[in-house]
Structure formats: structure tokens, C-alpha cells
């Protein structure tokens, strides 16, 4: 009887351990940093602030802007030290966040997005869906690194730049 009533139990937090676990697919329904999407318009983001035009992949013309607002300042306890975010026709394709380095903040990554793959020749970790790429390093002794890429936004730039090479010809 008690070994029935504790496989029972074993089974039951098994399966609510299973339906509470986050997954990759995570990654794709937030789409960003807090509120702000990759995908959508610059000026959807509280205080962003044009920093300088870029030249990105496949000669593209982007343009970077940093971002301070108070919504954005931290991660749970954990302080953001610096925002940027890169648009190519307005739109964000990348944003990076800079924080106090803290072991929960890969903790809490985990438990939303699942474990990540390791990039040894990088030294990074990782997230990707088809859509999104969410890479988490350390950016120095005292800051980890977390750069949320849109894919879609880099297949746009290489499609842009083959039918501008298109019309040239």
C-alpha cells in the first residue's frame, strides 16, 4: 500500500514538474528584453536615444541607440549596467543587456528558456529557435553579456542586399 501510494505521488510531481518546466519555445513568445521586441519599432522603446548609424552584415545600414529608462534597470535584484539596441528600417534586430555578474541570472534563464547549448569556441551559451538567438557570456570580471537576436531581421538584410546587387547587374 505504501509503495502504491508513493509511486502515485512520484508520478504526480513528476508530471507537475514537467507541466510548470519552461521550454525554448519561451524564447520565441517573449521575443525580446522585457517590453522591448525584437521585430518592433524603435519607437515602441521607452527611452531610446540614437547613438550613431552602423554598417552590419552584408554592408547593411543599421543604427544603434542606447537605452535608460527606469523599467529597464533591473533583472529581479540584479542591476542592468547598459541597453543597446540595433534596428535595420526601424526595426530591432538585436538588443544587448549588460549586467552585475550573478550566478541566478543563469539560474532563472534556465528555469524560463530550459538548459542551453555551450559554444566552446565562443565561450558563450546559448538559446536559438528558428526565429530567436539569445547568447549569455561574461563581458568582463564583473559583467555577463546577453545579446537577443532576430534571425528573421538578419535573412531581411541578406534579401535586401541581393536584390539591391540584382538591380546593379
Known amino acids: 500500500m505504501y509503495t502504491k501510494k508513493a509511486s502515485l505521488l512520484f508520478w504526480l510531481l513528476s508530471l507537475t514538474a514537467v507541466a510548470l518546466a519552461q521550454d525554448i519555445t519561451e524564447l520565441d513568445k517573449r521575443r525580446g528584453f522585457k517590453d522591448i521586441k525584437l521585430g518592433a519599432s524603435i519607437d515602441s522603446v521607452?527611452?531610446?536615444?540614437?547613438?550613431?548609424?552602423?554598417?552590419?552584415?552584408d554592408?547593411?545600414?543599421?543604427?544603434?541607440?542606447?537605452?535608460?529608462?527606469?523599467?529597464?534597470?533591473?533583472i529581479g535584484e540584479i542591476k542592468v549596467d547598459k541597453i543597446e539596441v540595433?534596428?535595420?528600417?526601424?526595426?530591432?534586430?538585436?538588443?544587448?543587456v549588460i549586467t552585475d555578474k550573478d550566478p541566478r541570472l543563469m539560474k532563472a534563464m534556465e528555469n524560463v528558456f530550459g538548459p542551453p547549448q555551450y559554444d566552446a569556441k565562443n565561450v558563450r551559451y546559448y538559446w536559438k529557435t528558428d526565429q530567436i538567438v539569445l547568447s549569455f557570456e561574461s563581458k568582463s570580471k564583473h559583467q555577463l553579456q546577453l545579446v537577443y537576436t532576430h534571425l528573421v531581421a538578419y535573412k531581411k538584410m541578406k534579401e535586401d542586399k541581393e536584390k539591391k546587387s540584382r538591380r546593379h547587374c
Do not use: M, Q, S
Open 86 to 96: 540595433k534596428t535595420y528600417k526601424d526595426l530591432l534586430y538585436e538588443i544587448t
Open 46 to 57: 521607452k527611452g531610446a536615444k540614437f547613438k550613431k548609424d552602423l554598417k552590419e552584415r
Open 59 to 74: 554592408n547593411a545600414t543599421a543604427k544603434l541607440y542606447t537605452v535608460e529608462h527606469p523599467d529597464y534597470e533591473t
